[in-house]
């Protein structure tokens, strides 16, 4: 029966290639759209190295000491967590690590700026690097304040021209650096563990940083296992109320410890920044009245056409009835041909997709980004495929099972 | 004749419904990327009060000073250490034969982070502005026109009152007509004051610049406010960094050599040189760049709907070949025929434009952050362009199919199933 | 008043060539009320359509009211259709989606006149056919004999000196169908209409003047 369909579906989209055409064109361009913003977002967030861990792993980005007149956002202390985030109950390792810095190298004329990161020995065993060259330094290069360095690939190519670097030096915002490691880039959508090279946190201009409540840095807990991570945030967040603040202006401090995606939803709109309470509901929220509002035109206009098309077979439908199909089946019909016109739009939508991601990676529009269709975002592209072709038809199948055979007949329902 | 129409399609208002829908929707889409992009160029076409020709930023990191409340006489040391070493830096930097004006800012045109503050007035109203702290020669370095007073200059040491800049958007909405300068901003002070609070100090124009439009010739105009940031006394402001104009002639190379002479005052602070050519490239990109993603996004998705009406539009005129076949007989020649398919394309357009309108007019009621809100003006132009693409858009699904209503012979459409 | 000269009419496809009128000539005086008869095929509503300017013959020619029409322009045949012609089809044809007195308007739609004279006319043709009463109605609220009545009140709301006729009673049943003959025999007597009336039933061809009758494209006796 089923090829009988689809016998019928190809003979009807043949008969009729303006129809097929613009319907494949709407399908796959949604779908092209859909899929290539699923592919990045799942660059950005799903685990994968050096995040391969990253199901038990939370991390604090942003902290915020606030009171009734003031507010003061920025990453935590060094000390912030180096008094109150060691021995949490669960946590294998815990890393704190500085964000964001830009320093520059001057070779002869040239400046290259990269962004580093500061980082403790125990950062090398959360985060699980591909080495190229070398190793990563220890906790006692960390201890004796070594000048070392691991260099990504792409660093080496600007420092060393891509030869060997091991045992090499290089000089950056005017402290000489010793190559101990090399590794594999890291996509700069991966921001947590993004740098460009990485050297002992020792290796600061001046040690205040040790002193600070609020400043540049971020924890990351590798838990034991999954059930671990909610004793986490809960005890850190309470050992956070017996802190005793800096300055009586301030009263509380909000800086829990969360998963990627709820970071990101706290630096989106509408989130409320001084709740220790998840976000990531909201954003979800929100990202998806965005997805639907994007969905609604090619949708309606999907739907318009199938309408359409119904209409203009309605003396073939009224015939068909008249002697003696079942609704069952011409509804059947229906269904298999925008099934398959929509699955073969994904396909589309799906090869484009990949051209598209090649031109982003290529243009360098995020730094090493990677983008790829992997199984995930396959899986995840069939399913919209499918959403978007079933929604598209209900509504004009039930338009047309509504047809009278008399009205059928006559091209159409009469008032 | 369009009586009759509006009856006619509003008697098929069921099976329009959809059409109608998707020709609101398409306008919506048109409507904000074309309110968006107008939006950037009407205020591209504003003045932005600086010249960024030659100028950098040296963004100056030192490490943080211990703090006021566990440890006050330590930190008013080091902060004095500090403000001597900035002091050094400056000295330095003008020292530099490539050099030709340099000065201290708490920030600068097209860098990143940004003051919005506010005040209230003795009259009750509240003014919210943009707010920036620098040094003498900041309006030298950036060539900021000057409508009335002056600059800030060492005239303004010994001042009772802070000496401020405004912009012309300020002075008008504060003052009115007259002349603001050497007035005191008629400020509502808080009478209840905590202990801990610096004292509330009167602000006295000095001059009246142009314009800062420190996010670029997109952003939005707003009323700015200028404090004069001091490195010889306490409490004199934080410089953040160091602006520089340099002479003619001047390369990158130079870079190294500024920030080698900079490194040899203070060994333990780091510096960061941009060009203002870099930092307004990358504020551009900012705005364009997501409007041109949109742009591309609009564009593909109003093709598609074109595509699609065009198709539906066709199948709707060839259900009522009949229909036609008999206003031929009863007299209507073939461009009447033409006309009305795209009248009645023109009129269901109308409804849905309305509805758009109605939609879209909510906009200003909503509660908007202030440079959010877009000038009426612009507003309109928006509707009346959106509007008249909408048409153009909906008349060209129609053309094709109108000429397929009035093609066929009236006999033929008469008998046609 | 209606003048076919020669008339043939030849229908051509890739493969066929049906002729569909061979050698037709008819006169049709002013104020008389004639019928076409035949039997199925042949090409009875054929001669209509070419008759009410609707299709173009292959061979010959067409005077209406004295005035040659082959070669002229599309808008000048609409012109003549819109004054002088008005037209009854079997199936109606009327516009499901418009009230009755919208529908009746249609021909006027085409003139130049104000909606106030336009809605004055229309009511006052849908007076002649009496059928006041259901102006706001639409067509499916109506019987087969009231939608014809319908059709008829557009087909003679300008004031046409011609009135074309296609199997209009075909639809109908017997008491019906009466009355619409006695409607068009009361147009043609009182307002003194040409009327063309196109029938397979021997009965209603009888209550007309002359009776022309075609059999394969050509005329018989």
Redesign the interface.
């Known amino acids: 029966m089923l090829r009988h369909y689809l016998t019928m579906t190809i003979a009807v989209l043949k008969r009729r290639p303006?129809?097929t055409?613009?319907s494949l064109?709407?399908i796959s361009?949604t779908l092209l759209?859909l899929m290539v913003v699923t592919a990045m977002a799942d660059h950005a967030l799903a685990p994968m190295a050096p995040e391969s861990r990253q199901d038990r792993m939370l991390g604090v980005v942003s902290a915020r000491m606030f009171g009734p007149d003031n507010a003061w956002s920025s990453n935590g202390g060094y000390m912030l967590f180096d008094k109150h985030a060691r021995n949490l109950p669960g946590v294998e390792e815990l890393t704190i690590f500085s964000s964001w810095q830009?320093?520059?190298t001057?070779l002869g004329?040239q400046?290259i700026t990269s962004n580093i990161k500061r980082t403790d020995g125990a950062f090398w065993r959360v985060f699980d690097f591909t080495f190229l060259e070398g190793s990563p330094y220890s906790q006692a290069d960390v201890d004796e304040a070594r000048f070392v360095a691991v260099l990504t690939r792409a660093t080496r190519e600007k420092l060393f021209s891509g030869q060997p670097a091991l045992g090499k030096t290089f000089e950056a915002?005017?402290q000489t650096f010793r190559v101990v490691g090399v590794v594999e880039n890291v996509p700069d959508i991966r921001i947590v563990p993004y740098a460009d090279f990485y050297v002992p946190t020792t290796t600061s201009?001046?040690d205040?940083?040790k002193?600070?409540i609020m400043?540049g840095f971020i924890a990351v807990a590798l838990a034991r296992t999954t059930d671990d991570l909610p004793k986490i945030r809960e005890e850190f967040n309470a050992r956070l109320t017996r802190i005793t603040l800096?300055?009586?202006?301030y009263t509380t401090l909000v800086a829990p410890f969360e998963t990627k995606y709820d970071t990101i939803a706290r630096e989106s709109p509408f989130a409320d920044r001084q709740s220790p309470d998840r976000q990531g509901p909201k954003l979800t929220l929100l990202l998806v009245i965005l997805a639907l509002l994007?969905v609604?035109?090619?949708t309606?206009?999907?739907?318009?056409?199938n309408?359409?098309?119904i209409?203009?077979r309605a003396?073939e439908i009224g015939v068909r009835k008249a002697f003696g199909a079942p609704m069952r089946t011409l509804v059947a019909q229906f269904v298999v041909e925008n099934v398959f016109l929509t699955l073969l739009g994904g396909a589309l939508g799906l090869v484009l997709s990949a051209f598209v991601l090649r031109a982003l990676n290529q243009s360098g529009f995020i730094a090493h980004s990677a983008f790829t269709i992997n199984a995930r975002v396959f899986a995840y592209a069939v399913l919209l495929a499918i959403g978007f072709g079933l929604i598209s038809g209900v509504y004009p199948a039930w338009r047309m099972a509504r047809l009278r055979p008399v009205e059928a007949l006559k091209?159409?329902p009469s008032r | 004749?369009t009586?009759?129409l509006v009856?006619?399609i509003w008697?098929?208002k069921r099976q329009n419904l959809?059409?109608t829908?998707?020709i609101l929707?398409?306008f919506l889409?048109l409507f904000v990327v074309i309110l968006i992009g107008l939006n950037f160029s009407v205020n591209a076409s504003k003045t932005l009060g600086f010249d960024t020709d030659r100028v950098w930023s040296v963004d100056v990191g030192r490490?943080?000073?211990?703090?006021?409340?566990?440890d006050e006489a330590a930190a008013k040391a080091a902060e004095a250490r500090e403000r001597e070493t900035f002091q050094r830096l400056l000295v330095a930097a003008r020292e530099l034969p490539q050099i030709e004006i340099a000065a201290v800012a708490f920030t600068a045109p097209y860098i990143n982070a940004s003051w919005e503050s506010g005040l209230e007035l003795a009259d009750g109203r509240k003014i919210d502005y943009l707010y920036n702290r620098v040094g003498d020669d900041f309006t030298r370095v950036f060539s900021m026109p000057i409508e009335a007073g002056r600059g800030f200059s060492r005239e303004d040491d010994a001042a009772a009152a802070d000496p401020v800049l405004i912009n012309v958007e300020l002075a008008r909405k504060v003052f009115g007509n007259a002349n603001p300068v050497g007035q005191v901003i008629p400020q509502k002070f808080d009478k209840a004051q905590k202990p801990?609070d610096p004292p509330q100090r009167k602000k006295r124009v000095v001059g009246v610049i142009e314009d800062f439009r420190q996010h670029g010739k997109y952003s939005m105009p707003q009323p700015v406010l200028i404090d004069r940031l001091r490195l010889d006394v306490e409490d004199g402001g934080r410089a953040e960094r160091i602006v520089i104009r340099l002479k003619p002639g001047t390369t990158?190379?130079f870079?190294?050599v500024l920030?080698r002479r900079l490194?040899r005052e203070a060994?333990?602070?780091?510096f960061?040189?941009s060009t203002m050519e870099h930092l307004k490239e990358r504020k551009h990109s900012d705005y364009i760049m997501p409007l041109t993603v949109l742009a591309i996004?609009a564009g593909?998705?109003l093709?598609?709907?074109t595509?699609?009406?065009?198709?539906?539009v066709w199948?709707?005129v060839?259900?009522r070949l009949?229909?036609f076949?008999?206003?031929?007989?009863?007299?209507?020649?073939?461009?009447?025929v033409r006309g009305q398919v795209m009248a009645e394309m023109a009129v269901m357009t109308t409804f849905a434009v309305l509805a758009g309108v109605l939609l879209v007019g909510q906009l200003p009621f909503l509660p908007l952050p202030e440079d959010l809100v877009i000038p009426g003006g612009v507003f309109a132009a928006a509707i009346a362009l959106s509007a008249a693409a909408i048409y153009c858009l909906t008349l060209a699904c129609g053309w094709y199919p109108s000429r397929l209503a009035a093609r066929m012979?009236?006999?033929e459409a008469?008998r046609y199933? | 008043m209606i003048r076919l000269h020669g008339i043939e009419k030849v229908y051509r496809t890739d493969r066929i060539e049906t002729v569909a009128l061979a050698d037709v000539n008819i006169d049709v005086e002013k104020g008389e009320f004639i019928s076409i008869m035949g039997p199925s095929g042949c090409g009875k509503s054929t001669l209509l359509?070419l008759m009410?300017l609707?299709?173009v013959p292959t061979k010959g020619k067409v005077e209406i009211n004295g005035s040659h029409i082959n070669g002229a322009g599309?808008?000048a045949?609409?012109?003549v259709?819109?004054?002088e012609i008005g037209?009854i089809?079997q199936t109606f044809?009327l516009?499901s989606?418009?009230?009755v007195l919208?529908n009746v308007?249609?021909?006027l739609?085409?003139?130049r006149m104000s909606?106030a004279e336009r809605r004055k006319l229309a009511e006052a043709a849908l007076d002649r056919v009496g059928l006041s009463a259901r102006l706001h109605h639409f067509p499916s609220q109506l019987s087969g004999g009231q939608q014809q009545r319908v059709a008829i009140a557009?087909a003679v709301v300008?004031r046409p000196a011609i009135l074309l006729a296609d199997e209009p009673t075909g639809n109908l049943d017997s008491h019906m169908g009466d009355e619409v003959m006695a409607l068009l025999k009361d147009l043609n007597e009182k307002e003194k209409t040409t009327i063309v009336m196109v029938t397979h039933d021997a009965q209603k061809a009888q209550q007309t003047a002359r009776t022309v009758r075609l059999f394969d494209g050509r005329q018989v006796c």
Request: proline share 6%; hydrophobic share 40%.
């Open positions: 303006f129809y055409a613009i064109f709407g361009f759209v830009t320093v520059s001057y004329d400046r915002d005017g201009k001046s205040a940083y002193r600070e400043g800096p300055d009586k202006s994007f609604t035109l090619p309606v206009n999907l739907v318009n056409v309408i359409s098309r209409l203009e003396s091209g159409g | 004749m009586r009759h009856r006619l008697n098929r959809l059409l829908i998707e929707c398409s889409v490490p943080p000073s211990p703090n006021a409340r566990a801990a990158a190379s870079e190294p920030v490194q060994a333990d602070w780091s960061e040189v996004l593909f998705l093709l598609m709907v595509l699609g009406l065009t198709g539906v199948q709707s060839i259900q009949r229909e076949g008999l206003r031929r007989a009863a007299g209507a020649s073939g461009r009447s012979p009236p006999a008469l199933e | 359509n009410g609707l299709d599309d808008a045949l609409a012109q259709r819109n004054r037209f089809f044809h516009v989606d418009l009230s919208d308007q249609i021909p739609l085409y003139r909606n557009r300008g």
